[in-house]
């Protein structure tokens, strides 16, 4: 018998596991990566480089959300794959720092912003580091940080000096323009604008400073000028579209309306062929390329004139809205206005006139028998966005009271406004063809207006018929001339189209045209918390502080909430005017329009901070300059961008935009600063491991201080990128 074995020992000679204690590991691993720098990283020529970035956040109260990390983990594991590959691969990370959340948070307690920021900031960062991830910390950015801003308000100011050459295809000095109008008035000049002008170089040079501004403000990419917005008057600034939804903002659930306003805006529209141009070179998924294309809008067509009918014009238009039309003669003779359509050979289908609500024309062509009626359907529109409109396929609409006159048949067809009808797109004025479209012939039938079929053997009486193939018929109906003798029946659509086309340029009733739906950038916000305009105002007109004065800091204020008078909370600020001998800030005492002017109250949007950021990263201690020529020729894109698609049609085309800019005065070594992009898509539903975090979140998160729920501060599921 074998002697009994000792107690609690084991015969096979196993050994009991260590316990793996993660919290300690993870911390000595992590401790050692920031004291060896093992994630920092330099430009190497003896390396291959790659670029790997993800939209970086918004520092909301609530801390991390787990569509953040979601994206985040996956960019990581890329990064040190590449890494392990031989790449000098660069992976920073930073916090788009401006928002409104912070400032509404301000106005309830009195914070200051930045102190809300800045804590959000850290616990951001705890979050970041307990999961562990290879950034290099040493790039980070943040959009607050005057040495960040310094050079978003050096882009702007780039773009203020700078017009759109549509010849050369790129941005040019403001300087160049000017000399061509003191050699040549307009003669030759093809630039991107705002309204078309026409002086020569005599009038030039008769103009004064004042009017020369005037003139200058409507070339240059950065401008001032009179755009419909979404006004949102319990938070007192404009908001994107994105940050409205039914009618109310995003934030807080406050009613929405549109308003003209003046604003800064942004030149986008000049880059809209490029921008889809641009889309054919890179990486990107096919669906997100062609919500950007549909974005962008291109279409072909032509600008047509319409005259009003001289009998049934109201009485004369104000001098605010008589812009809209052509001079008007005696008794209304030869008052007239254009549309822009991408189908000139439908116009002998023309059964009515609509403008879009927000159109000069509507006060001018309004009878006043009409007047109460349109009133009353322009205040009602005013509550909805141009997004909720394009959406909504419901009909409605008002008759002005005026008719318009044919230019091919002489018929005069009435003038109605509807909301389906968008102010930025053509001319903010269409002929409608019911016949040929399905938008047309809703309203066509709501209200009982003629339907006219302009291809043979097509069948309206249901729904409207797509009119691209087929032959001609009723271009002129029988029985009807058509002036200057064109006619189109027999034809084929293709035909028509291009002998329409040629008719209405020898006949002088317009001219071919390719149009984009693309709309320049609003870049205004009524905000306290974000980048100063660094600008000042002199005789109404803005001029830019010295270059080497910048950055222009944000003043202090003693209220975040807009002044008794309806200015910007930066009307609170006593210390904000500008010494142009001094070259400094100054007290608004001294304001003497002489040598001492106002500064702007307005803010930069969060866009603004977004847009350069992936250049920055590059360079981001470099004092003189975005982005050095070493630095930016060694890293020259992004290999990777990983973020969420709700970006398609905001960031991702502003960023496109800034960057095809900076390509232009050479600063950036290529046009496309995103060669690859990943969406890593949604997680819908709560997460209990984000949950748990965030119970100990900061007091303005959506649970405060004392867990809880509130969806006031929610941040983006994805990013902060706007």
């Known amino acids: 018998m074998h002697a009994a074995m000792p107690a609690g020992h084991n015969i096979y000679n196993i050994q009991t596991p260590m316990e793996y204690n993660f919290r300690e590991i993870e911390k ?24 790997v970035l993800n939209m970086f956040p918004y520092p909301s109260g609530a801390g991390l959300h787990v569509g953040h990390p979601l994206g985040y983990i996956a960019s990581d594991i890329y990064a040190r794959y590449k890494r392990l590959r031989g790449y000098n691969v660069l992976n920073p990370m930073g916090y788009d720092a401006y928002g409104l959340p912070a400032e509404q948070y301000a106005i309830q307690t009195g914070q200051h912003p930045a102190v809300t920021t800045e804590a959000n900031i850290n616990h951001y960062r705890e979050q970041l ?15 607050c940080d005057p040495k960040y801003y310094h050079w978003t308000q050096w882009a702007f100011q780039r773009m203020f000096e700078s017009y759109y050459d549509n010849r050369q295809q790129k941005a040019m000095p403001i300087a160049g323009l000017v000399e061509a109008f003191e050699q040549g008035g307009t003669e030759g000049i093809d630039a991107a604008c705002s309204e078309d002008m026409a002086f020569t170089a005599d009038d030039w040079r008769a103009m004064d400073e004042r009017s020369r501004q005037e003139v200058l403000m409507n070339y240059r990419i950065a401008y001032l000028g009179e755009t419909m917005v979404n006004w949102c008057p319990q938070l007192g600034t404009v908001l994107a579209n994105d940050e409205v939804v039914d009618g109310v903002s995003e934030r807080g659930g406050y009613p929405v309306v549109q308003k003209k306003m003046r604003q800064w805006c942004l030149r986008v ?29 291109r279409s072909e067509g032509a600008e047509i004139t319409f005259t009003v009918a001289p009998h049934q014009l109201p009485p004369s238009p104000s001098a605010e809205s008589a812009g809209a039309l052509s001079p008007r003669g005696k008794d209304g003779e030869g008052l007239s206005f254009t549309i822009f359509t991408t189908r000139a050979d439908t116009m002998f289908g023309v059964t009515f006139m609509v403008l879009a609500p927000e159109s000069e024309l509507v006060a001018v062509l309004t009878t006043p028998g009409q007047k109460a009626e349109v009133d009353a359907y322009l205040e009602r529109t005013k509550k909805r966005t141009e997004r909720e409109r394009i959406a909504d396929r419901s009909v409605s609409g008002v008759f002005t009271g005026s008719y318009a006159v044919n230019p091919l048949t002489g018929e005069e067809i009435p003038i109605w406004v ?4 968008l102010a930025g797109y053509g001319t903010g004025a269409i002929m409608a063809v019911p016949a040929h479209d399905s938008r047309d012939y809703a309203f066509a039938k709501h209200f009982g207006l003629e339907i006219r079929p302009l291809i043979e053997g097509c069948d309206v009486s249901e729904q409207s018929f797509d009119a691209k193939e087929g032959i001609v018929c009723n271009s002129p109906r029988t ?48 905000r306290y918390w974000g980048e100063p305009f660094p600008v000042y105002y002199k005789d109404g007109m803005p001029y830019m502080i010295p270059e080497d004065c910048l950055p222009l800091e944000l003043p202090e204020v003693a209220t975040f909430l807009p002044t008794e008078t309806g200015e910007p909370p930066l009307g609170h600020a006593t210390r904000w005017a500008w010494d142009t001998e001094a070259r400094s800030v100054t007290e608004n005492s001294r304001i003497d329009n002489k040598t001492v002017f106002p500064l702007e109250l307005n803010t930069m949007p969060g866009f603004a901070g977004s847009s350069a950021y992936y250049l920055r990263y590059m360079d981001p201690h470099n004092d003189n300059a975005l982005v050095s020529a070493e630095a930016d020729s060694y890293w020259r894109e992004v290999d990777l961008y990983v973020g969420g698609t709700e970006h398609a049609t905001g960031h991702l085309i502003y960023s496109r935009f800034w960057n095809k800019f900076l390509h232009d005065i050479g600063v950036s070594a290529v046009e496309e600063p995103f060669r690859k992009l990943v969406n890593q898509g949604m997680i819908q539903g709560r997460s209990n491991f984000v949950y748990r975090i965030n119970r100990k979140a900061p007091s303005d998160s959506p649970r405060g201080g004392e867990g809880r729920l509130s969806d006031a501060n929610l941040s983006s599921p994805t990013g902060g990128v706007e």
């Open 28 to 51: 000595k691993w992590q401790r050692r990566w920031v004291e060896q720098k093992t994630y920092h990283v330099a430009e190497d020529s003896h390396k291959e480089k790659f670029y």
């Open 129 to 143: 580091d307990k999961i562990g991830f290879s950034f290099d910390w040493n790039r980070e950015v943040r959009t």
């Open 418 to 421: 509807s909301d389906y009808v």
């Open 269 to 297: 529209s000049a880059y809209a062929q490029r921008l889809l141009d641009g889309l054919d070179t890179i990486d990107w998924t096919d669906s997100l390329k062609e919500t950007q294309r549909n974005w962008i809008g």
């Open 479 to 526: 029985g009807c001339e058509a002036r200057g003798g064109l006619v189109l029946n027999g034809l084929t659509v293709k035909e028509a189209i291009a002998k329409t086309k040629a008719f209405v340029e020898e006949q002088g009733l317009g001219r071919v045209k390719v149009n984009y739906r693309l709309r320049d950038a609003i870049f205004s916000r009524q």
